[in-house]
């Protein structure tokens, strides 16, 4: 598995995405945790959860749970493996999602985060959404205290723009080592942000990857994304593969997260890591849609 790196860390190139096991829809349990299982195996070593990635309320945190008993039930060595968690959004059981950038409410939350993974800190922790009514440097700040008190080891943020990356690396004091932002062959307002990440050297932690289930179907894909297909027929790849390994060669901090409830997923996608696309290929793929 080729690696890429988050702040001191090296993880690999691909990561796993952990809301499809836990918002509506989910599996049960025993096949999340063989899906976890399978991306260790792949040699995935960063997973991506939030507490807000649970279904039905009274169960904040349901997936982090669910990643922390699937890590301790693994029968290989979990040291190396990255899970990176976020807090300041919200999911009050109705479907909906909301925001809370209070910083006590963070500082609470990240201590829960803490607890339901079961480790001494947080490897790495994520503001998740801004919040409209919360000052974004009170927020971040709430981020760079739960740093210097070590309840966390790295800081990143989430959907954020180019102005707010600046900002919260500022307050962070240079210590912003992640940007968690939606980026996919269907969705790419978020480039800016991608190239500012790779201008600073911080990591790109593209969430739906795949522009959903859907694009990645290849009787789904539309006539815009048809060269997706097309490369993936001449590798003899699934059209998953190669929106990830497309997502790979635009940039050397872009890590994928591509979310997964089933073992055969995200066996498939972390194939992407070691598939090798030409120059004329990856331009051929970024003009599609655009």
């Known amino acids: 598995m080729q690696t890429r790196s988050i702040g001191d860390r090296q993880v690999s190139a691909i990561g796993l995405g952990g809301m499809p096991m836990s918002i509506e829809g989910r599996p049960d349990e025993d096949r999340s ?44 060595d979990t040291s190396d493996v990255l899970v990176a968690t976020k807090g300041g959004h919200l999911r009050p059981g109705d479907g909906s999602w909301t925001q809370n950038g209070d910083p006590d409410y963070l500082k609470t939350a990240a201590k829960e985060s803490v607890r339901r993974l079961g480790v001494d800190a947080i490897g790495l922790y994520q503001f998740h959404r801004p919040d409209p009514s919360v000052p974004y440097a009170d927020s971040v700040g709430a ?8 309840v966390i080891q790295m800081a990143g943020i989430s959907n954020a723009d180019p102005q707010q990356i600046r900002e919260a690396d500022d307050i962070l004091g240079g ?63 699934s059209p998953f593969q190669v929106t990830l390994a497309w997502e790979l060669a635009l940039a050397p901090v872009v890590i994928p997260i591509p979310g997964a409830s089933r073992p055969e997923s995200i066996r498939d996608s972390a194939e992407a890591a070691s598939l090798t696309l030409t120059p004329d290929e990856v331009a051929r793929l970024s003009a599609a849609g655009a």
Do not use: M
């Not at 981020?143 to 210097?148: A, N, V, Y």
């Not at 912003?176 to 969705?187: A, C, K, M």
């Open 33 to 76: 945790i063989a899906t976890i299982h399978a991306a260790l195996d792949a040699g995935v070593t960063l997973i991506d959860t939030a507490d807000s990635y649970h279904r039905d309320a009274g169960e904040v945190g349901h997936n982090e749970e669910l990643i922390a008993k699937a890590l301790r039930s693994y029968g290989g």
């Open 143 to 150: 981020i760079r205290d739960l740093l210097d008190a070590g």
């Open 175 to 237: 210590r912003l080592v992640s940007v968690q932002n939606q980026f996919s062959p269907r969705f790419r307002s978020s480039l800016p942000e991608l190239e500012l990440c790779a201008e600073l050297g911080i990591a790109f932690l593209p969430w739906s990857p795949l522009g959903g289930i859907s694009l990645a179907r290849s009787g789904e894909l539309g006539a815009e994304f048809a060269p997706f297909l097309e490369v993936a027929a001449d590798h003899g790849v």
